[in-house]
């Protein structure tokens, strides 16, 4: 097969899992559409079917295993190769295409160098000099609004927690030298940026195997001269090494949104050390203490795993005391997932499903009542915000205090003004819109 019959081929890119894959899923993309495949959005029309799978717990893999399915179904229509990437052919090595007759073609993670090369050897083309020309500080397709980009600072992981596969499945903790994370930092900007999230699996870790010291500030800083960048959101920083540093420049910057994502998973001390967890209690609480007095109106967003094993009445009745008090401002509940290949497989005191549930229940209605409870707070109040979509009659809006995709939305009418979207607005809160929204008006 010639290069112009190869060419030919649509390809579609069906991405699945967290920002991160949604990083990977970009770079996969720009390095299709720079050897010349058209990339298009409906697989129903392409001849080449890519998945970029999540494989972290048994629903994660269930979702891709399903989508990979529904893609292997549209053979017998238009597509001639279905590829599947990312976390799950590396969970699984080498036996994606025996459980899933009909891939053509598995790799895993970090794969984006090399699938244009063996999409070829499907077609039985081989590549003569090819190179990349048009390689960019950003070699990524941004696939979400142009306004906000996610920014990938490391990849892999080194807590090997006890219930956690994404060692194994990511490889060791991996920074992105700050060079290079400036330089697509300034062309997102330049390309319409006005928000960037850092992104990694612990964003406090960045650098202490480049430089052998952690970094996560120094980056900040050189990043926050970027003109253009308005806003700056951490997500996943870990408790452990959440240093008085990183809340200073929190506390003082104003490009870094008064927002951090910290998975804590528990509170209880025992369960803590049975996760192979590094923090504490106490050291939790003291972090929650300490940027609540740097940063009065800082919006912590937290994960917890319900149902791990050994969690008795005692230790389940400590953490919802501790949700009770606290009040966290926004919260993802995961029952636990029993991983065959994890050290907590083999735990005794495995909690039934059936009571994960209950707990879960429990937990979730909780925090919908500290929710409501924060929301009404913000009625009066006028937030900055960011105008992030719209429908036929309202704008939909959210403020520093909120990430995309997973957290409180303000919703303005679109009678009441003329936005823009990518553009800020100072919005005064009005009401709001059960169960987690707001809603608001454009000054």
């Known amino acids: 097969m010639t290069k112009e019959e190869l060419l030919k081929k649509k390809i579609c890119l069906v991405s699945l899992g967290c920002d991160k894959n949604i990083v990977d899923s970009e770079r996969i993309l720009y390095k299709l559409q720079q050897f010349g495949f058209e990339t298009i959005t409906t697989p129903e029309q392409a001849q ?11 629903p994660a893999r269930v979702e891709s295993i399903n989508t990979v399915i529904e893609m292997l179904g549209l053979k017998d229509k238009s ?9 799950l052919p590396s969970k699984f090595k080498d036996d994606i295409k025996q459980r899933l007759p009909g891939v053509d073609l598995a790799l895993g993670t970090r794969s984006d160098d090399v699938i244009v090369s063996e999409i070829c050897k499907l077609y039985n083309y081989v590549p003569k000099g090819y190179d990349l020309q048009k390689i960019t500080p950003c070699s990524r397709v941004v696939s979400t609004p142009k306004h906000y980009a996610f920014l990938k600072i490391a990849d892999g992981c080194d807590n090997h927690c006890s219930y956690c596969t994404i060692p194994q499945i990511r490889g060791k903790y991996v920074s992105e030298p700050m060079e290079n994370l400036i330089a697509e930092a300034q062309e997102l900007a330049n390309r319409g ?4 999230i850092l992104v990694a699996q612990d964003v406090t870790r960045y650098g202490e195997d480049l430089y052998k010291k952690r970094m996560i500030v120094p980056l900040i800083k050189e990043l926050s001269k970027i003109d253009g960048l308005k806003w700056i959101r ?3 920083c870990y408790p452990e090494f959440f240093s008085d540093e990183l809340i200073e420049e929190m506390a003082t910057n104003p490009k870094v949104c008064k927002y951090v994502d910290i998975p804590i998973q528990h509170i209880n001390n025992n369960i803590l050390h049975a996760m192979n967890r590094a923090s504490t209690y106490e050291r939790v609480t003291g ?3 300490k940027l609540r007095s740097k940063m009065p109106d800082v919006s912590i967003r937290t994960s917890i795993i319900v149902g791990f094993a050994g969690e008795g009445k005692k230790e389940f ?3 919802y005391e501790f949700l009770k008090e606290y009040k966290l401002d926004n919260i993802g509940f995961f029952p636990y997932s029993r991983e065959f290949d994890t050290v907590a497989y083999n735990f005794d005191k495995q909690v039934s499903e059936k009571e994960k549930q209950r707990r879960l229940k429990k937990l979730v209605q909780l925090q919908s009542d500290i929710q409501y409870q924060k929301n009404a707070q913000f009625i009066g109040k006028t937030l900055s915000c960011i105008c992030d979509d719209e429908t036929t009659d309202f704008y939909i809006m959210r403020s520093q205090y909120n990430s995309p995709e997973i957290d409180t939305v303000v919703y303005v009418e679109k009678s009441q003004a003329q936005c823009k979207l990518g553009e800020f607005y100072d919005v005064k809160i009005t009401d709001m819109v059960e169960p987690f929204d707001l809603k608001g008006e454009v000054l």
């Open 48 to 58: 080449i079917i890519v998945v970029n799978t999540c494989a972290f717990i048994e």
């Open 79 to 87: 597509a001639e190769k279905i590829v599947v990437v990312g976390c």
């Open 193 to 196: 940026a006005k928000e960037l």
């Open 234 to 236: 951490l997500h996943y």
């Open 287 to 289: 972090l929650i203490n």
């Open 317 to 319: 009745d400590e953490l």
